[in-house]
């Protein structure tokens, strides 16, 4: 069993949302931030019991700079000095590199809302933040062959959305 939550965020005041039908002000809100006349957003997802977050290892023997991992769209590169949030460390030694991929991922800009990882020998685990099986959508690729990507997407997500919010900011 599972519960459908919306929320709902305005720059309307208060008083003028508890005097009219919300039914209706909500569907005139929605058109108002369609059209960017009001400032706002609108969150509705299914919330299931339980859920499992998806994840996904990857495993790094060996990587050669200009190796990539991409997950979700967002691509980092091992460089042998990483100038930026996009590149990792190339030192030749798998579980440091492995340590500064897992690093870069949980505090990228964009990932770190998405994903978390962690960091065991040569091996980073890479788990999603978004509970449920929405995490089985994450996508995983790579470059060359020094990292081993336990799937194409992260996996055993149950529970939870089976799709993303519906957002209207």
Request: aromatic fraction near 4%; proline fraction near 3%.
């Amino acid at each position: 069993m599972g519960s459908l939550t919306v929320l709902f965020e305005s720059n309307e005041d208060l008083a003028t949302l508890q005097k009219v039908d919300q039914n209706i002000h909500l569907s005139n809100y929605v058109k108002k931030v369609i059209l960017g006349a009001a400032w706002g957003s609108v969150r509705a997802y299914y919330d299931a019991s339980n859920p499992v977050a998806a994840s996904g290892t990857a495993t790094l023997v060996s990587v050669p700079a200009d190796d990539t991992i991409t997950i979700g769209g967002v691509t980092l590169t091992a460089k042998a000095s990483p100038a930026n949030e996009n590149q990792f460390n190339q030192s030749g030694n798998d579980g440091a590199d492995a340590t500064s991929l897992a690093a870069i991922i949980s505090a990228h800009s964009v990932l770190g809302k998405f994903v978390s990882a962690s960091a065991n020998s040569n091996v980073v685990t890479i788990t999603s933040r978004l509970l449920g099986q929405i995490g089985n959508l994450l996508t995983l690729a790579r470059t060359g062959t020094a990292i081993t990507l336990s799937g194409a997407t992260l996996a055993n997500g149950t529970g939870g959305p089976a799709s993303a919010p519906v957002v209207l900011d």
